[in-house]
């Protein structure tokens, strides 16, 4: 049984000389300080013709040529996203009109429909288009007619409101 207890007294002075080194590395002299680290990431705004509004004006519309689909006027959205080849999504919030790829005016049986000159589709009211800011985004606004609708002079107008959000 001897060597069992020598054994033991044996390990006991090791096992001290450890943790004793261990902490000695602590005490020479050494400070630990915590740096804590924070930061934002965003991404910038997008904005639609550098901010400027999107206003598209019929002028001189022949109230008898209204269903001909002869009253265009291009809405170019050129969209700056910080990063031109960033993925964005562009959505069309609006009243349709007398069908879903109309949208409504405050003159009854008329509308305006939105064509995305890119994909050469029409583009519905509270629908959305996937796209780059590096792309076309023209949007082609053309006056159409409820078909039997006899219309009288005077003003219309029509809002919707567009919005771009990164991918």
């Known amino acids: 049984m001897t060597p069992i207890v020598q054994l033991k007294h044996l390990v006991t002075p090791v096992i001290v000389l450890a943790l004793g080194l261990a902490s000695d590395r602590c005490l020479a002299g050494t400070d630990v300080a915590m740096a804590n680290i924070t930061g934002s990431i965003t991404q910038p705004a997008c904005k639609f013709n550098l901010g400027n509004s999107l206003d598209v004006k019929f002028t001189d519309v022949d109230v008898s040529k209204i269903a001909t689909g002869q009253y265009s006027v291009p809405m170019d959205l050129n969209v700056t996203c910080g990063n031109e080849a960033a993925s964005i999504t562009l959505k069309l919030t609006g009243t349709p009109g007398y069908s879903p790829d109309v949208i409504n005016t405050d003159v009854e049986g008329l509308g305006i429909k939105l064509t995305n000159m890119r994909l ?38 029509a809002s919707v409101s567009i919005s771009a959000n990164y991918d």
Do not use: C, H, R, Y
Not at 125 to 144: D, E, G, H, M, R
């Open 120 to 157: 050469g589709t029409v583009w519905q009211a509270n629908t959305s288009i996937k796209t780059t800011a590096a792309n076309n985004n023209t949007i082609l606004a053309t006056l159409t007619a409820l078909p039997g609708t006899q219309f009288t002079g005077g003003e219309f107008s």
